[in-house]
């Protein structure tokens, strides 16, 4: 993303919430996220940062409390929103996929593992869901370290369709870092481009595209609003834009798909 300081090789941890009663005890993978964090500050817990929704819920973990009392600060959300993190490690713990996309919109952290994320399997096996990715994006996009809890599959490649991949490049290169989806320009050329690959016959999972741009380094917030632009698109939203990209765009994109291989993890 233009003007932005690429944060793709920012090392990054997660445990994941159990499927079922058959999976090891969340505590040890808490105690395995700490010793990390602790890892990733050289030793010093005063570095550490404590993201977590209020500070009531460390009451019902010991072991976060024991941290703070070693010098770690606790960065709480303010009505659902991260608005500081610490420049050290930062542990999230028990992050909404939602949490996940605002702390990557902070530049800050020189580490993250987040504590108790969710994956496809978790939606499947609790809630009989098969819709909901939880945060797997976040995991195909960076490939963090697995701590604990059952493993959630990063995708590779990111996006499946080498075009589709071919295309967010050229978004990635278009549009300002700073103000991402929100300028009327970039907004209006990545509509195009989206309109374009779907009238060509081209499928793009909204949440691969938030993966892939994560792992093109764009902003959380810039990341979700392609999300969610491709929702609306796939819904059959017709989406008003200005003609801005040249109008054999698909087949550049297709051409460059062919002589190029998307980057494994």
């Known amino acids: 993303m233009m003007f932005e300081e690429d944060r793709t090789s920012v090392p990054r941890a997660y445990t994941a919430l159990p499927d079922g009663p058959d999976h090891p005890d969340p505590v040890d993978d808490l105690k395995r996220s700490i010793e990390w964090c602790h890892a990733q500050a050289d030793g010093n817990l005063r570095a550490i940062g404590i993201q977590i929704g209020s500070r009531f819920d460390l009451k019902d973990e010991p072991l976060l409390e024991a941290l703070v009392r070693g010098g770690a600060t606790v960065y709480p959300d303010a009505r ?3 608005v500081r993190l610490p420049t050290g490690p930062v542990l999230a713990y028990r992050p909404l996929p939602q949490t996940l996309w605002q702390i990557e919109e902070h530049r800050g952290p020189s580490a993250i593992a987040a504590v108790g994320i969710t994956g496809p399997s978790h939606f499947r096996e609790t809630f009989m869901s098969t819709t909901s990715a939880g945060a797997q994006p976040w995991v195909s996009a960076y490939n963090p370290k697995h701590l604990g809890g059952p493993e959630i599959e990063a995708k590779s490649p990111v996006v499946s369709d080498p075009v589709i991949w071919e295309a967010l490049k050229t978004f990635t290169n278009m549009i300002n870092s700073s103000t991402g989806l929100s ?55 017709q989406k008003r834009f200005r003609k801005m990209l040249r109008t054999d765009i698909v087949e550049v994109w297709r051409a460059e798909a062919s002589a190029a291989t998307q980057p494994d993890h």
Do not use: M, Q
């Open 183 to 237: 300028h009327s320009s970039d907004r209006s050329s990545v509509t195009e481009g989206l309109t374009k690959l779907k009238a060509a016959g081209h499928y793009f999972c909204p949440d691969d595209l938030l993966a892939g741009a994560l792992r093109l380094n764009w902003k959380g917030s810039a990341a979700v609003e392609l999300r969610e632009l491709a929702l609306e698109i796939n819904a059959g939203k």
């Open 80 to 82: 659902g929103k991260v």
